[in-house]
C-alpha cells in the first residue's frame, strides 16, 4: 500500500464524488425520517390506560348489564345486553331509553 485512504478518495472519479454524496444526503434523510415517526408515535398514541372517563354517577337500572359504550359531544349511550339502546347526560342523568326490536327471520 503506497497511499493513505484520502489518497484514495482525492482519485474518485467525478461521478463516483457525486455518488458519494448522493449516498450520504439519502442516510440522513432516512435517519430523519425515522426520527420524525417516532416522535410523531411518541406524541399522538394515547398513553396506554388512558380512555375519557364515564360520569361517576352513571348509574344503570336494576338487571342491565352493559354490552357497549359510545360517547357523544354532551352524552353517554350504553348499549344493553337486553337489547335497549341508554342514553345519559354528561352528568350521568338518565334521558331516553330506546329499545331495539330484532327482526324476525
Do not use: C
Not at 388512558?50 to 359510545?70: F, N
Not at 334521558?95 to 327482526?103: F, N, S
Amino acid at each position: 500500500m503506497t497511499g493513505t485512504p484520502e489518497d484514495d478518495t482525492a482519485e474518485l472519479p467525478p461521478s463516483l464524488v457525486w455518488l458519494k454524496w448522493l449516498v450520504i444526503a439519502l442516510t440522513l434523510s432516512l435517519i430523519g425520517g425515522v426520527l420524525t415517526v417516532v416522535w410523531l408515535l411518541v406524541t399522538r398514541l394515547p398513553l396506554p390506560g388512558a380512555h375519557p372517563g364515564l360520569p361517576p354517577s352513571l348509574q344503570l337500572p336494576a338487571g342491565a348489564t352493559a354490552a357497549a359504550v359510545t360517547l357523544g359531544t354532551g352524552w353517554v349511550g350504553v348499549v344493553t345486553t337486553d337489547n335497549r339502546i341508554l342514553i345519559f347526560g354528561a352528568d350521568g342523568r338518565f334521558w331516553q331509553e330506546i329499545a331495539i326490536k330484532a327482526p324476525r327471520p
